[in-house]
C-alpha cells in the first residue's frame, strides 16, 4: 500500500470524525472549535496506533511468533475492544495535573483553545517519532501538550513542577526497571533450561512455570489497568467483590495467582505431550513459547487501549464538556462517539502506519527469539504492577523499549567470554599483518615473484583483521538505536510544550 494511499485514508478517517462531530453541535455558535478538536483527537488516535501499540506486538513480531498482518489484526482487535469496552466514562481534563486549572481564568474557550493545541501539539510530535523510527511515550507527548499550553495561557507559575520532576523520573526508572527484570528472566531461562545438558527434561518443569507466572503477572496488570475505569459495574453485577473505587493490589493479585494456578494445570500436559516431538535444541524450545506470546500481545493491547486511550480522548472529551456547559471542569463525560474516534483511530493507525515502529522494536535494537521476546512481554507487565504499587512514575514505552534493550546487553554480557576470544584472535593477526609488512619492506625490488606473493598475502591479512575487528564491533544491542531512541525520550515533553505553545497562540489569534 503506497504512502499516498495510507494518508488518504488517515484523512478520510479524520475528516469523518470531524464531520460527525459538526452534526452535534447544531447551533452552538463555537461548534467550530469541536469539529477542530475531532480533527485533531482523531490525528492523535491515528499516531497512537502508529507509534506506541507497536511495544505491545513488536516483541512478538521480531521473534517469529507473529506475522506483521497476525500482529495488527490481534493489536487491532484488542486495541479497541479495550478503549471501548474498558475505556471508562469519565476522564481527568487536565492530564496528570500538571497544570492549575486557575491557567485558564475560568474561560472554556481559552481551555478550548489549550486542549485543541494539546492534542495537534502530541500528535505532530508523535508522527515526526514515527518517522524518524523512534518509539516515544504517547503519555509524555501529551503531558508536553497541555503543558505548553497551558504556560501560553497562564505562565509558568500554574505549573506543578512537582509532577514534572516525577515524569522527568520516569525517563530513567522506566527503562531500567524494565530491563533489569526482562534479563533476569532470560537469564533464568538460560540457566535453568538452555544451558542444561537436557534441555528437553529441563522445559518439562520450567515452560509451565514460567506460563503460569506470565499469566498471573498478565490478569494482575490487566485487573489493575484495564479494569479500573469498569470496576464499578463490574462490582455492581459481582457484588461479593471489593466495592472499591478501582481494584485493588489486593484482588489483582488474588486474580492473578488463580489464573496463573488454573494456567499452570492447564499447560503442564500440553508441554509434556509437546516436547516428545521437539529435537534437544534451543531452536525447537523456542516453540513452546510462541502460543503465550500471542496471548501476551492480546492482553497488551487490551490494557493499553482501555489505559492509554485517553491520551487522544481525554483532550477531545474536555473540549467537548467545555462547549456544552460553557466552564471548566476538572473531570469530563467521554461520550461514546469519542471513545470511538480513540479505539477506532489506534486501529486505523496501526494498521497504516504501524509496521514501521514495529520492526524498529522487533528486529531493528537487537536480535530477538521467542525466549526473548517472552522475556520482554513479562517485564512489560510485572514493572507496570510494581511500579504503580511503589508509587514510581513510569512509562509502558520506556518499559518495553527498555526490556529490550536489557536482553540485548544481557547477551552481550554472557558473550564477554566469545568476546575475549575474537580480542586474541585479531592480537595474534595483527602480529602476522606486523610481520608480513616488515618482510614486505625489505624485499628487494628486483624479486618480483616474492613480493608479488606478500603483497597477496598482506591484502588477505588485512581482509581477516578487518572482518575480526568488524565482528567485535558488532554489539548485540545497536548502539545508534539506543542514542535515537533515548534523545527522542528526553525532548518529547519540550518539544511538544513548545509545538503546543506555538498551536495555541496560532489558534487564539485565529479566533480573535
Known sequence: MGNIFKVILGAIFAIAAAYYANTLMGNNPNGTFLVVAA??????????????????????VGAGALTIGGAIIIASIFEAGGALIAGGDVVGTIKKGIIAPTAFGNDPMIFVYAMSAALLAAALWLNLATWLKAPVSTTHSIVGGVLGAGVA???????SWGTMGKIVASWIISPVLGGAIAASFLYIIKTTMINKEDKIAAAKKIVPILVAIMSAAFITYLTLKGLKHVWKDITEVLSFLPHTKKPTIGVGLTFGLIGGVITFF??????????????????????????????????????????????????????????????????????????????????????????????????????????????????????????????????????????????GFLREWLDSKNMQEKQEALYKEVEKLKALKAQLKACPDEEAAKKLELINAHKNQKRVVKKIKKAIRENYVKRGMVKKIIAAWIITVPAAAALSAIIFFVIKGLAA
Open 39 to 60: 480533527l485533531f483527537g482523531a490525528y492523535m488516535a491515528m499516531n497512537i496506533g502508529a507509534n506506541d501499540v507497536a511495544n505491545n506486538v513488536g516483541p512478538a
Open 266 to 407: 492447564i499447560v503442564k500436559p500440553r508441554v509434556a505431550s509437546k516436547v516428545a516431538g521437539l529435537e534437544n535444541n534451543r531452536a525447537d524450545l523456542n516453540k513452546l513459547f510462541t502460543i503465550p506470546l500471542i496471548f501476551a500481545a492480546a492482553l497488551l493491547s487490551f490494557a493499553h487501549g482501555a489505559n492509554d486511550v485517553a491520551n487522544a480522548v481525554g483532550p477531545l472529551a474536555a473540549v467537548n464538556d467545555a462547549l456544552t456547559h460553557l466552564t471548566v471542569s476538572k473531570k469530563a463525560a467521554i461520550p461514546l462517539w469519542v471513545m470511538v474516534i480513540g479505539g477506532l483511530g489506534i486501529a486505523v493507525g496501526l494498521s497504516l502506519f504501524g509496521p514501521r515502529l514495529i520492526k524498529t522494536v522487533g528486529s531493528e535494537i537487537t536480535e530477538l527469539d521467542q525466549m526473548r521476546a517472552f522475556s520482554i512481554m513479562m517485564a512489560a507487565a510485572i514493572t507496570v504492577v510494581i511500579a504503580s504499587q511503589l508509587g514510581l512514575p513510569v512509562s509502558s514505552t520506556h518499559i518495553a523499549v527498555g526490556a529490550v534493550f536489557g536482553v
Open 153 to 159: 495561557a497562564g505562565g509558568l507559575a500554574v505549573v
